[in-house]
């Protein structure tokens, strides 16, 4: 959801640079010469450039959130993961495959730094939920899969633990 409303902002704020792209280059009552005209349209590209660039990223952050898995039925959990996106923060791949109920032990949730790598990287805080098994570890966080947190929630509330 989070992702689907800065695309929208980042829609709007093209849109209004490209608004301003064709008010400098065709509006009649410009008053800047040819030059001055080609230096505002090159700074409005330069500003519109970002803009596309992380529409385009979080366009392929929302695919690839599509594309994991983590469904809860009766007797197993259902899970595959995959991504760039995850492995940029270091979370395993998961082929599909499903955890039976007896073998999840515990589920965690920890709340980690990660780095955007971009122009400027910064760090962001996000909440990684780890699925505990006899066979080792499946974290999963709500950049990857939809809805992460009700899932964690009724893991937990499946195994009679809180979060």
């Known amino acids: 959801m989070v992702i689907a409303a800065v695309t929208a902002l980042l ?3 093209l849109s ?3 608004f301003a792209i064709g008010a400098v280059i065709f509006d009649a009552n410009n008053r800047l010469s040819t030059a001055e ?3 505002a349209d090159l700074i409005l590209l330069l500003l519109a450039t970002p803009l596309v660039l992380q529409i385009r990223t979080l ?3 929302r695919k690839e959130c599509a594309g994991n898995i983590v469904e809860l039925a009766e007797d197993s959990i259902k899970i595959r993961l995959y991504g760039s996106y995850r492995e940029a923060k270091d979370l395993p791949v998961v082929a599909e495959t499903r955890v039976a109920w007896c073998d999840v032990m515990e589920i965690t949730k920890e709340r980690r730094k990660f780095t955007y790598p971009s122009l400027i990287p ?3 805080p996000l909440d ?3 699925i505990v098994t006899e066979e080792g570890e499946i974290s999963f966080t709500p950049e990857c899969v ?3 947190k009700s899932i ?3 893991i937990a509330a499946r195994l009679g633990q809180d979060i």
Request: a neutral charge; one cysteine or more.
């Open 122 to 124: 910064f760090e962001y």
């Open 16 to 18: 209004a640079l490209v």
């Open 37 to 39: 005209s080609a230096i």
């Open 128 to 130: 990684v939920y780890t």
């Open 146 to 148: 939809r809805g992460a």
């Open 11 to 13: 829609w709007v704020l």
């Open 152 to 154: 964690a929630t009724e």
């Open 59 to 61: 366009r392929a952050c």
